[in-house]
């Protein structure tokens, strides 16, 4: 009976095996089934912060160990954009602003100082030379008054002016000449018609004498004592009309365009709390400081209730106006640097976010943004947040991005109008270096009636038209030369922004224009100076290779 019993238990136990092995093998079936219809179907699976990782399976990414997420294989070819997940673009925290237009203005806040208007500082000067025998202004910041007595001088040049004009008193009637030029000597020592008729009267000569100071104001700067002897016109103070006052501050010069004579500047001081001033700038400072790359703006503040002191720290704003009518406007946190270039990220769809590289071409610094010349229009939504993580996904996966040019057979290869103005910069050039002026001449009006008639140029080639104008205008081949220097300075981002098939050399020559330096564009490889011709024809060297 137990045997039995024994038998059954075994036959129950391998009956649950089986079922259960069962199971499992159906189980696993139907999920490699369901694994590979749905890869079948296009499904892959991808890392939200590094696209290019894509694996048939899920799992965790190599680079950064996050779990990788399903994707659809299908946006896997997108052209020239990046394409990221929502999960991507959530985790890399990508923000994006719709592009819009403003004026250009901005509001630039200056350090400056309060100083005394040099034009109105006066010498107070001896008008006899003599001995100081009372100085009644002993101190600098003493303030004086126009006609205020401020010294007594001994003089015996004095003494004896006084003394011809008593003698001089005696030959009036017979010879009146003589009693004009005694009172004339002593009116130009600074006598006044008062002291020289008392000295008439009362036919005694004084000793001493006052000085009497010529102008109202605070002496700033004291140069006698009592007891000094100085010569007619020694120096006896610095006195200072403090009625008018200057304010200078300081300037970088990335902001020199913006700032005009007459606008308007608000400043105030800690030291005056509540007080706001109000002044135009009457004066640019021409030359920028070496050091600090700084130069002055002045303005003119009337004080005459004198509540500002020289030498008193201000903070300036200034509302400048820019000129030009209104541009598009971007934050700077949108913009990627690479040498030369600037470039940003364009949204160009929401679903399956979508983002694309432009090269763009900035205008003024406005504060917080740039203005933008080129590359963009309005209502573009540009990245602000995020840009390198697109970038770096851009060129994992070797789309076009701030490292790298778009390849031949893109749609920013060059067109055979832009060749053809090319070639006809290169003929150009070749004349320049032959020094040959009536050929250059020509060579630039044809380019010039190129871009004239063409309209297959963009708007970005336009200026050349200019440029080309002034080259074949000029009056001898120094100036021809100077214009080609602007030229090519306004080719070479275009020839960057397009590929050609072949290498362009981008030359610099360090000497022309007086060690300035200039640059141009060859398709030859050896130096052919076009600035200096057969004089220096190898001065020069490659400072780029473009692709």
Known sequence: MK??????????????????????????????SSSLDDHAA?????????PHIQSPQSGVCPICGMDLVPANEGTADTGPGVVLTDAAVRLANVQTTVVGTRDGNQVLTLNGTVSTNETQVFSQTMHVPGRLENLLVSFEGEQVRRGQKIATVYSPELVTAQEELITALGYASTNPAILNAARNKLALWKLKPSQIKKIEETRSVQTELPIYANVSGIVTKKFVNTGDHLPMGGVMFEVANLSSLWVQFDVYEKDLALLHLGDTIKFTSKALSGHEFVAKIDFIDPVVNASSRTLKIRATIPNQQQLLKPDMFVIGTLLTTAQGSPQISIPKSAVLWTGKRSV??????????????????????????????????????????GTFTIDAAAQLQGKTSMMNKPTPGTDRMGTSAELELFEIYQILKTHLVKADFRKAKETAGQAYQLLQGNTSFTRQWLPLKTAFLDVSEADNLDHQRAQFSTLSDQLYPLITARTWGRPIYYQHCPMAFNNQGAYWLSVKKEIENPYFGDQMLNCGSTVEVIK
């Open 3 to 32: 045997n039995t019993l024994s038998i059954w238990i075994k036959r129950i136990a391998f009956i649950s095996l089986g079922l259960l092995l069962g199971w499992v093998l159906f189980k696993d079936h139907d999920m490699v």
């Open 344 to 385: 940003v990220y364009v949204k160009n769809s929401e679903t399956p976010p979508t983002f694309e590289m432009k090269e763009i071409t900035l205008g003024t610094d406005l504060g917080a943004s740039y203005g933008v010349l080129d590359g963009l229009a309005p209502n573009d939504e540009v990245v602000t947040n």
């Open 42 to 50: 296009g499904s892959y699976w991808t890392c939200s912060m590094h």
